[in-house]
Structures are given as structure tokens and as C-alpha cells.
């Protein structure tokens, strides 16, 4: 019963991107916004904080291959199919991803490339650092890029069958891997059995288990690296430290779920008094490995965000600041040097500005209820429907997002639903959001604020034929 969303303006028969042409369709909603900055590869610019951040979490995985160059555009099939995702999937949705047409969209994860590397098997271990596109909320922490570190681990089957030896080894490993300067609130914490199986056809007892605990004990030690150095950083800007020397860090292991894991945990870290979700992961999924042509390979696999620990690591508030091409931004970082805190510079006049509509009365409403969006969990967060082509417009607070980006790009901070309600008689649904103006570059005018907006305005009444209030 969905209806047509909206477009991002795309109504071409055609996209060009990354120098290649894509033929559109209805189930295209990749805006010139996106398409425009695509390839900008933030990831492996030099001295840039995203560059900086995946070469220390690469450092703390020696031997493993780095793949830093995969593109952006993928199949649906990499994305989803080939990962598992069920066929009605939330992640699938058109809200939640920008599609170039039915069978192409624009990653919404580094897993995307699991399949084909693990087909192409050149070594044990690799990561992936990419760009990663999402449809989301606009404010300090979201922008619909963003980049993300994939890494996996495979064993052959015969290394764990075959070779007392190997698995004494393992275990003997893991037991020693006790670092000094964490405490992990428990270590290997029960989970579901029947919504997170041990996937018993494939693996042994044993097997999973020792698989799950090399998971978690290599990741606990790639959190220490990382925290230590935020630290370090601190410190040298004379701030007050957030680890005490001797006071460990505090980790703990949260029940997950991902199509292409089984056992699946999240990592949160204690940090600055709250759990900060560092990564997802799990035990691969044997069906993905088999699909890969390497049904002899069994191991682990994690996918993290960088801007999230970059934000942490350098203390840069705003996620906007990492595609800045202000050189008072990019000449504080320096590649060869420790790490050190962003000093902001001056932060300019925040022009809020709010508007309210009443939504058009037929069609069905697909709106996230107020400010929870920012909580939007995995490439699945999202509603699950299925869009089928009627006259109908929907709305979907992500397609109001879209038009604030496509509008006023980078000088909105932040967009906040304020007020949503239905009116008791007519059953008419109300919405009002907040949208902040800000540039990170120079102070708005009144004017320029105002423009956009009544820009932004005339798109919502053009685009889903709301009734301005
Ligand atoms: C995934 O994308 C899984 N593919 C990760 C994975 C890989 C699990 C391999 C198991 C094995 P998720 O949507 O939670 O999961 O994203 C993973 C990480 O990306 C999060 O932990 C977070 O660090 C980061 N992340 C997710 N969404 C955002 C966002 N909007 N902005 C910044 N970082 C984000
Ligand atoms: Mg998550």
C-alpha cells in the first residue's frame, strides 16, 4: 500500500555515477546531494581523521589484508541477497537506502563485499575501510555517507579437525590474552539460543566457542588500542584524562542480530559516562561461506563505524567537520605525529527555524515518531513496506530530511520533529520540526536562513502535498 515516495528529484532516464550510467526506474530515490560527493574517499586521504583512525584499527590486526578501493555502487544481491537478508527485510526499504534503480544502490554496508573477497581467499584475514550510504536524520552525529571498517578472520575446517596441536594452541592463546588494563563485564554473556544459533550443522560445540572468544578477545584488544590513544590525546591538550592509569577500561558484549553472523554480539565501551556501541559481530555465517565457494572456511567478522570513533579519538563535535575543506579544519591533523584534539574554531549564531504542516489526509503515513530516529540501529533500522506504485504520496520523516539536504546541504545542524498530533475529530495528522541553521564556515544571514526555509517549505507542499500551517 505504499506509495510512490519521493524521488530526490531524480527523474532522468539515466544516472551518471563515478563515471558510469545507470538506467532509472520507480524505485529510484538517489539524490544529486549524494551522487555528488560520491568518490570524494575521505577513507585513504592523507592526514585526514577518518585515514588516520583506519590505520591505527588496522595496526592492531598485522597480516591481515586491507581493501581500501572496493566502489561504492553495488547490486542488490552484494548488498542484501548474497548476505542473507530476507526478502522482506527492513533494511531493503526504500526509506532507508538510496536505490539507483531495482537491482543497484549505494552500499549501506562494508559487508556488501564479504562474498567476493571471500571468494578471491588471498589470505586469512583482510578488512574493508569504505564509504557507506544511508538515508537518516539530519543532526551533529548523522549524515547519510559515513565510513565503515569490516574485518574478518576464516580458519580451514581441517585446521580444527584435524590438529590437536593447533586447537591447544588456540586455547592456550585465549586463555593467556588477558590484558592487564581491561575489565570486560562478562566476557562470553549468554544469548538466545534459538534466534542466535550456534549454527550446530556447521560448527562443534568447540568450535563456535573457540571462535567466539578469539572474536571478542582480539576486538576487546583493538578497543584498548583505541581508547588508550583518545586518552593519550587528552592528556596532551591538558584535558582531564578519562582512564586513570591503573583503572581499566570498562567493556561489555551486548546480544546482536545480523543476517550474516550466528552467534551476533555488539561491543560497547564505558566512556565519558555512558555505553558507546562500538562495532557489531559474530560468527560468519556458514551459508554466506558456501555461497563464497569456500565451504571449508569458518571464523569471525566485524563492522564498525569510523566517524563514531574518529569523533571520539580527535574530539570533533560536529560529523559535518569531517567533509570540511576549511583548512582550519584539515591542517590540525597530521599523520606522522600522535594524535591530537581538534580545537574548534568559533562556533557561528544558529539560526533555528520551524515549520508545521498538516499531512495530506489519503494514504497511509510512514513517519518515524518523534527524535527516535537518531537511534536508527542497523542498515535495517526502518519500516518495513513494501512500495508498490499508487497516486498516493507518502511521507517518511527520511524523505523531509532529504529535502533539507537537497536544499540547504551542509548549513542545516540538526532537524527535530517538535510536535506531532492528530486532531481527535478529523483524525488529520500534524507535524512541526525544528530545522537549525548553522553554517561550520560563516555566520547565515536572516536572509539566506529564510530562504532555504521557504524553500524547503515549498518542497514539502510540491513533493507530498502537505497543507502548510
Ligand atoms: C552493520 O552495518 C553490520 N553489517 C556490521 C557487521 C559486520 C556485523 C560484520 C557483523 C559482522 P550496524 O548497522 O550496526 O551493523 O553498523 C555497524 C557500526 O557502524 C555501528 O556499530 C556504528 O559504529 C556504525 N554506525 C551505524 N550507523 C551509523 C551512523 N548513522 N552514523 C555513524 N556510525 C554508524
Ligand atoms: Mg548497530
Not at 134 to 160: C, N
Amino acid at each position: 500500500i505504499v506509495s510512490r515516495q519521493y524521488s530526490g528529484g531524480a527523474s532522468q532516464s539515466s544516472l551518471t555515477i563515478g563515471g558510469n550510467t545507470y538506467p532509472s526506474d520507480s524505485w529510484t530515490n538517489a539524490p544529486q546531494s549524494i551522487i555528488a560527493q560520491y568518490d570524494r574517499r575521505l577513507h585513504v586521504q592523507p592526514n585526514h581523521p577518518l585515514s588516520i583512525t583506519r590505520r591505527l584499527i588496522e595496526s592492531c590486526f598485522p597480516g591481515f589484508q586491507h581493501h581500501n578501493d572496493l566502489p561504492g555502487v553495488v547490486s542488490v544481491d552484494q548488498n542484501f541477497d548474497s548476505l542473507g537478508f530476507a526478502a522482506d527485510h527492513p533494511g531493503r526499504a526504500r526509506s532507508d537506502t538510496y536505490y539507483i534503480n531495482k537491482d543497484t544502490l549505494f552500499r549501506t554496508h562494508t559487508t556488501a563485499h564479504e562474498v567476493e573477497v571471500f571468494r578471491a581467499n588471498t589470505s586469512n584475514g583482510y578488512t574493508i575501510a569504505a564509504d557507506v550510504y544511508r538515508r537518516d536524520a539530519v543532526d551533529r552525529t548523522h549524515y547519510p555517507i559515513f565510513h565503515q571498517m569490516e574485518g574478518a578472520l576464516t580458519w580451514d575446517k581441517s585446521q580444527f579437525e584435524s590438529n590437536d596441536h593447533f586447537l591447544h594452541q588456540l586455547q592456550t592463546d585465549l586463555k593467556n590474552f588477558k590484558s592487564p588494563s581491561i575489565e570486560v563485564q562478562d566476557p562470553n554473556p549468554p544469548f538466545h539460543k534459538e534466534s542466535n544459533p550456534l549454527q550446530e550443522k556447521y560448527h562443534s560445540a568447540i568450535e563456535a566457542e573457540l571462535i567466539g572468544a578469539h572474536l571478542k578477545r582480539n576486538l576487546e584488544n583493538m578497543a584498548v588500542t583505541l581508547f588508550r590513544e583518545a586518552d593519550k590525546a587528552l592528556k596532551a591538550s591538558g584535558q582531564e584524562a578519562v582512564l586513570e592509569d591503573k583503572d581499566p577500561l570498562k567493556m561489555r558484549w551486548v546480544e546482536a542480530f545480523f543476517p550474516h553472523t550466528s552467534p551476533s554480539w555488539e561491543l560497547e565501551v564505558w566512556w565519558r559516562g555512558d555505553w558507546l556501541e562500538v562495532l557489531g559481530c559474530g560468527v560468519i555465517d556458514q551459508p554466506l561461506l558456501i555461497r563464497a565457494g569456500v565451504p571449508t572456511r569458518m571464523g569471525w567478522a566485524f563492522g564498525l563505524g569510523l566517524e563514531r570513533l574518529a569523533m571520539l579519538l580527535f574530539g570533533i563535535p560536529d560529523i559535518r567537520l569531517f567533509w570540511s575543506k576549511d583548512a582550519r579544519f584539515l591542517n590540525q591533523f597530521d599523520e606522522s605525529k600522535p594524535i591530537r584534539r581538534f580545537q574548534p574554531f568559533s562556533k557561528y549564531p544558529a539560526a533555528p527555524r520551524d515549520v508545521a504542516f498538516w499531512l495530506p489526509k489519503a494514504g497511509p503515513v510512514v513517519a518515524e515518531t518523534p527524535a527516535t530516529t537518531s537511534s536508527s540501529p542497523s542498515p535495517a533500522g526502518g519500516n518495513a513496506t513494501e512500495p508498490t506504485l499508487s497516486e498516493t504520496p507518502t511521507f517518511h520523516e527520511n524523505d523531509l530530511m532529504e529535502v533539507v539536504r537537497g536544499t540547504a546541504g551542509d548549513s542545516v545542524e540538526d532537524v527535530t520533529c517538535i510536535d506531532n498530533f492528530t486532531h481527535p475529530k478529523t483524525g488529520r495528522q500534524s507535524l512541526c520540526y525544528r530545522v537549525t541553521y548553522r553554517s561550520l564556515e560563516k555566520t547565515l544571514t536572516n536572509e539566506e536562513a529564510n530562504t532555504m526555509h521557504e524553500q524547503i517549505r515549498q518542497e514539502l507542499v510540491s513533493r507530498f502535498g502537505v497543507e502548510l500551517r
